[in-house]
C-alpha cells in the first residue's frame, strides 16, 4: 500500500465536513442560533491533535467525526451520539450527557481499524453570539492490526464553533 499523503487526507476530510451540512437537515438543535455544524479542534489520544467537527441531526443525536495527526500517523474517527440532557441543569447553558460508538482508522505504514465506544459531558453555550461548545470525553478502543489486538482507554478535550 502506497504511503498516503497526511496534508491531503486533511484537507480533503475537511471539505467533507463543509459541505456535509448541506446535506443534513435538521428539525431543531441545541445550539443557540440554531446550528448543525461545528468545526473545532480536539486534544487527546489517539493521535495528539486534530480536528473535530459535529453534525446535528436533531437535538440529541449527532455525528462527531475528526481528523487527528500523531507521529507519522493520520486516524479518521466517525462517532454517533445520543445526547440526555435531564440529568444535570445547570443554571446558563445546557450540559448534555452522552454516549455512542464508532470507528477508528489508523493510516500509517501499517493500516488498523478500531471499533470505539464514546461517553462524555458536553457544556453549550446559551448565548447565540457564542456558538461554542466545550466537552470531555473516554474512549474505550479495541485495536484491530494485521498481527494483532490492542485494547485501550483514551481520554479527549475539545471545543467546536458552530457556523
Known amino acids: 500500500m502506497k504511503r498516503v499523503n497526511q496534508s491531503w487526507l486533511v484537507l480533503l476530510v475537511l471539505a467533507a465536513f463543509l459541505f456535509m451540512p448541506k446535506v443534513v437537515k435538521a428539525d431543531s438543535s441545541p445550539i443557540s442560533n440554531g446550528s448543525l455544524f461545528g468545526l473545532g479542534l480536539e486534544l487527546g489520544d489517539p493521535g495528539s491533535w486534530g480536528a473535530s467537527g459535529k453534525i446535528w ?17 493520520a486516524i479518521l474517527q466517525l ?5 440526555n440532557y435531564t440529568i444535570i441543569h445547570p443554571k446558563k447553558g445546557k450540559l448534555p450527557l ?4 464508532g ?3 489508523a493510516l500509517q505504514s501499517t493500516v488498523a481499524i478500531a471499533p ?3 461517553v462524555g459531558i458536553s457544556y453549550i453555550f446559551d448565548n447565540p453570539n457564542v456558538p461554542v461548545d466545550i466537552y470531555v470525553q ?14 485501550d482507554v483514551y481520554g479527549e478535550l475539545g471545543s467546536r464553533y458552530y457556523f
Do not use: C, E, M
Open 103 to 105: 470507528g477508528d482508522l
Open 79 to 83: 462517532d454517533y451520539l445520543y445526547h
Open 98 to 101: 452522552y454516549i455512542g460508538f
Open 116 to 118: 470505539r465506544g464514546v
Open 57 to 73: 441531526l436533531d437535538d440529541t443525536n449527532a455525528f462527531q467525526p475528526v481528523v487527528k495527526l500523531g507521529a507519522n500517523s
Open 138 to 151: 473516554v474512549a474505550p478502543t479495541l485495536w484491530l492490526y494485521t498481527g494483532g489486538t490492542q485494547f
